[in-house]
């Protein structure tokens, strides 16, 4: 991506602007749905080590929507991570 973009060039999401408005966390949980499949990957990675309780349910559906493989294998290593019941439920239901 240039430095000079205004937007991404997979997605086409403003990159300046109302992303600017959200916390970290609301822009990684935003990422989770990215068409370009490693970043969803390295967003799951760093809300696992945040662990933040309101990834829960953007995580749950990567984990029960049409996402990738590996994509749905970084969500369910971070919903582990973060240890919520509800994520603990879901993680036996897909063993």
């Not at 590996?70 to 879901?90: F, H, M, N, P």
């Amino acid at each position: 991506m240039s430095e000079n973009a205004t937007a991404c060039p997979s997605c086409g999401a403003g990159i300046i602007g109302a992303s600017a408005s959200r916390d970290y966390v609301a822009k990684l949980m935003a990422a989770l749905s990215h068409p370009e499949p490693t970043t969803p990957i390295r967003a799951a990675t760093i809300l696992g080590r945040l662990a933040p309780a309101e990834a829960v349910a953007p995580l749950l559906h990567v984990l029960r929507g049409p996402a990738d493989a590996y994509i749905k294998s970084a969500a369910a290593e971070t919903l582990g991570e973060i240890g919520a019941q509800e994520a603990r439920e879901v993680l036996a239901e897909a063993r």
